[in-house]
């Protein structure tokens, strides 16, 4: 899942980056309002972490913005501020929710998978081809009953073929979900990562679940709807 935090507090928005990073998001991290604005227009994000007070343009406005245009992200507000107007004015102005600093990073990181597990959202508890089953709320992967050990961004690709069973998603599409915005590297680390992939939930079962379209990328097929 790919995430924005919007926060000016360079040490703050480093720390966030850090450990959300750890936690196996992809992280873009912007310094200001407007920076946020235009982050927000060109990616597509899964969850934005937003601070109230920002230069340039606040939160407040941010928030509304991207609800003006139409943008429903999950927005999770923070503020140094601490007071039942603030926290109201952020909900109305469309955020999902509200956080005041100092905060603990494990309630953070609860209040956005949280966000993140809204039917809005629709985001299905697990996600599954066959046997193979990501829960993204466990942040585990089983074929049948027994768990897989992968590392957070191979959780990440995995999720992203997932959520799209049946299609191929292209290297350019699984590098802009799951690598960070100022990634510099080339299309063929993912080809790395997918033959590791393979190697822990193929192989050792006897399967082919990731099936590599010559020309577009790689697709998981569900087995019932491939062999029906």
């Not at 597990?117 to 074929?143: I, K, M």
Request: aromatic share 8%; net charge negative; hydrophobic share 40%.
């Amino acid at each position: 899942m790919r995430i924005l935090v919007v926060e000016d507090e360079t040490t703050m928005a480093e720390s966030l980056r850090t450990g959300l990073t750890k936690e196996g998001f992809a992280v873009d991290v912007a310094s200001d309002g407007a920076e946020g604005l235009w982050f927000a227009g060109e990616v597509d994000y899964d969850a934005i972490i937003l601070d109230l007070m920002l230069p340039k343009i606040n939160g407040f406005k941010v928030c509304s913005t991207l609800r003006e245009r139409g943008d429903w992200t999950p927005i999770l507000m923070l503020t140094a501020k601490d007071g039942q107007l603030d926290e109201a004015e952020g909900l109305d102005t469309g955020a999902d929710d509200y956080l005041t600093k100092p905060f603990s990073f494990v309630v953070l990181l609860a209040r956005l998978r949280a966000l993140l597990r809204r039917p809005g959202r629709e985001r299905p508890t697990e996600l599954r081809a066959g046997n193979l089953c990501l829960d993204p709320a466990a942040h585990e992967v089983r074929r049948g009953d027994t768990v897989v050990a992968v590392t957070n961004r191979e959780f990440s690709i995995l999720e992203v073929l997932l959520s799209r069973k049946g299609d191929a998603v292209s290297k350019a599409d699984i590098l802009e979900h799951v690598w960070d915005f100022d990634f510099d590297g080339g299309p063929n680390i993912v080809e790395v990562y997918v033959r590791s992939l393979r190697k822990k939930i193929d192989e050792p079962f006897g399967v082919e679940s990731i099936v590599t379209v010559r020309g577009a990328g790689y697709r998981i097929d569900d087995p019932d709807e491939a062999n029906p």
